[in-house]
T-cell receptor, first 115, second 114 residues
Framework: AQTVTQSQPEMSVQEAETVTLSCTYDTSENNYYLFWYKQPPSRQMILVIR??????QNATENRFSVNFQKAAKSFSLKISDSQLGDTAMYFCAFMKHASGSRLTFGEGTQLTVNP | EAQVTQNPRYLITVTGKKLTVTCSQNMNHEYMSWYRQDPGLGLRQIYY???????DKGDVPEGYKVSRKEKRNFPLILESPSPNQTSLYFC?????????????FGNGTRLTVT
């Protein structure tokens, strides 16, 4: 079974600064996907970024980028130029290829961006 | 607008009183699933469906039932709710059942069982 661990329950950052959220996972699979989801106070689950395990290149989406270290089973999210609207709970998630889209989520990290 | 619609948004009920949380998507998605979110545990999958009349258990199916009689609807049924089912529930759908199709989530249903 896969497990996903987010070791930082809470983090804070000043507006315009950069912050990195950590995520580690455990799997014996070789083909899989990794995701970061954002959950603002509205409760909506919003996909931030997606990484395919077979791709060496780290995914980026505007101010969001990941550091994917497959051998270390690490998948951290970097948020650059943090904005107040980035305040949210962030979940790291794992999906085994052809698994019926079953996502295994981490515990979540509550990020607060301070003005 | 493409969306996944859950109802109700909030629900308070008593132990043992059967309830249904509805979920509907207007994107003609094949795949639908239910998750529950609890503090410190993230989201855990309850049930999923790869197509009409095809459903399967997720990680925490005990105490729940689902059905998929139509492609667009995937209701979650609690036959005899108990306090340990107090949680935030999410329905999600995607075009296909692999990681290439993004999951679209509903807005969640906050359930309290007293």
């Amino acid at each position: 079974a896969q497990t996903v661990t987010q070791s930082q329950p809470e983090m804070s950052v000043q507006e315009a600064e950069t912050v990195t959220l950590s995520c580690t996972y455990d799997t014996s699979e070789n083909n899989y996907y990794l995701f970061w989801y954002k959950q603002p106070p509205s409760r909506q689950m919003i996909l931030v970024i997606r990484q395919e395990a077979y791709k060496q290149q780290n995914a980026t989406e505007n101010r969001f980028s990941v550091n994917f270290q497959k051998a270390a089973k690490s998948f951290s999210l970097k948020i650059s130029d943090s904005q107040l609207g980035d305040t949210a709970m962030y979940f790291c998630a794992f999906m085994k290829h052809a698994s019926g889209s079953r996502l295994t989520f981490g515990e979540g990290t509550q990020l607060t961006v301070n003005p | 607008e493409a969306q996944v619609t859950q109802n109700p948004r909030y629900l308070i009920t008593v132990t043992g009183k059967k309830l249904t949380v509805t979920c509907s998507q207007n994107m003609n998605h094949e795949y639908m699933s239910w998750y529950r979110q609890d503090p410190g545990l993230g989201l855990r999958q309850i049930y999923y469906s790869m197509n009409v009349e095809v459903t399967d258990k997720g990680d925490v199916p005990e105490g729940y039932k689902v059905s998929r009689k139509e492609k667009r609807n995937f209701p979650l049924i609690l036959e005899s709710p108990s306090p340990n089912q107090t949680s935030l529930y999410f329905c999600a759908s995607s075009h296909r059942w692999d990681g290439n199709s993004p999951l679209h989530f509903g807005n969640g249903t906050r359930l309290t069982v007293t």
